[in-house]
């Protein structure tokens, strides 16, 4: 049974750091591409961090230059490192695997960890 686990959310002020982990487990950790979503408050899913030994790494705008995405293939393990945060990313940040090649919306992903609350606020 394939299983995400997020953990490292909680309330940070701006300009604060946050590292988000995902533990993975059920399947074949290099075989598949592992994405971090978030969800603000009456807001859709959005994609935006995705890894996977096939394709690299890859990020939307709005966090290039200050989240980090990272893997520990031997752990199973992907990590978010998130800098210089601010009230607009306050959401729930899930992880997502993924057999496809550069999945990059919600659809293209077949397993969902339970979600972890990041707030940034002072």
Do not use: H
């Amino acid at each position: 049974e394939v299983q995400l686990v997020e953990s490292g959310g909680g309330l940070v002020q701006p300009g604060g750091s946050l590292r988000l982990s995902c533990a993975a487990s059920g399947f074949t950790f290099d075989d598949y591409a592992i994405g971090w979503f978030r969800q603000a408050p009456g807001k859709g899913r959005e994609g935006i961090s995705c890894i996977s030994s096939r394709d690299g790494s890859t990020y939307i705008d709005s966090v290039k230059g200050r989240f980090t995405i990272s893997s520990d293939n031997g752990k199973s393990a992907v990590y978010l490192q998130m800098n210089s945060l601010k009230p607009e990313d306050t959401a729930v940040y899930y992880c997502a695997s993924s057999t496809r090649d550069r999945p990059a919306i919600a659809w293209m992903y077949d397993a969902w960890g339970q979600g972890t609350q990041v707030t940034v606020s002072s």
